[in-house]
């Protein structure tokens, strides 16, 4: 038999995906399936947007409205189909380098304007489709094609970046803490506002062989190991040191893009 | 929609598991381990609580809980 939610949900023809064995994008993208599933949306009434990377090939195999848009612009893309067709519920899936490098401006313009989109960041800290280079969210000192000896940079925290920017909801998980993942997609989805769950993703084939993190297996007990729960760190401060902290980051309510237009227009008709 | 526990099994679709290993890891109840093609195979079945970490970790849907009748 066939897995219901695969039948459902997914284009059973372009499956199996092409990611790399253990690849984590392919729990990320079970994971908002799921939360679809949950959330009881009409599929015809959910646009998934992505622009390029591994990561953004994503929305070739789920079958919604679906949009694969360039290197970078997904949330310009999405912000256009959604001022057109405020109903429809729109999920942006991109990576790390897609949303905070070339992509980095339209993230941070479409938190400040808090329009109603939902996006999911694949963050596996590198570029997986171009082979390995470095990209914002890679750690200093991690090892990247464009970094053979060791990263320089600082790394963005793609969850405080938007948040900071305006984000309405902004959340934080692993592919390993994966009912967690579904739970802060789900809510993203519900939220109206600007929402980002910053997904951290593994790549094994280029930032786990040039690091040396071994197996996928490993990098998953890494994510284990390195990452506290907020509530956890509030509590017992102890546990959360050299950690990362995941959780939900900002869950509020402000006024929505889409909702402003719209006022803008009535006021103009009277 | 509930359904019950008794009336699901896990299944597994070896054509699309990658035998990257994350779902035997990561199984509570160590029932599932690698055939001799390197494909996850279900070793204890009695054993399987049917909680679907295994399906909820894979990357490749290629193993998930679903209903007995159609083994
Ligand atoms: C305008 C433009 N610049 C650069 C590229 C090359 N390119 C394709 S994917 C990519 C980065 C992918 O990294 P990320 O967004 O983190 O996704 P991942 O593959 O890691 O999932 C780059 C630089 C491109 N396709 N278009
Ligand atoms: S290169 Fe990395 S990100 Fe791309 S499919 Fe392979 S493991 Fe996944
Ligand atoms: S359902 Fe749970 S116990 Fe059964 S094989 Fe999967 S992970 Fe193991
Ligand atoms: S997690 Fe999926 S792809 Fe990996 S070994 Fe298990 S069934 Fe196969
Ligand atoms: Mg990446």
Known sequence: MNNPLVENYFRMDKLPHIWCPGCGHGI????????????????DKVCIVSGIGCSSRAPGYMDFNTLHTT?????????????ANPELEVIVIAGDGDLSAIGGNHLIH????NINLTTICFNNNIYGMTGGQYSPTTATGDKGTTAPYGNIDRPFDITQLAAGAGATYAAKATVYH?????KYIEAAIDHKGFSMVEAVSVCPTYYGRKNKKGSAVDMMNWLKDSFVDMKIAEKMPEKAVGKFIMGEYVNKVEPEYTELYDQVIERLKR | MAVSKDDLMVHIKEEWCKGCGICIAYCPKKVLGFNEHGKVSMLDR?????????????????????GKENV
Request: net charge positive; charged share 25%; aromatic share 6%.
């Open chain 1, 28 to 43: 990320i993208m079970s994971a908002i399936a799921r939360a679809i599933e949950k959330s009881g949306l009409d599929k």
């Open chain 1, 71 to 83: 290197h970078g612009r997904a949330l310009a893309f999405a912000t256009g189909v959604k001022l």
């Open chain 1, 110 to 113: 479409a938190a400040r304007r």
């Open chain 1, 178 to 182: 994966v009912n967690q993942l579904q």
């Open chain 2, 46 to 66: 009695d054993n399987c609580i049917k909680c679907g970490m295994c399906e909820m970790r894979c990357p490749d849907f290629a193993i998930f809980l679903g």
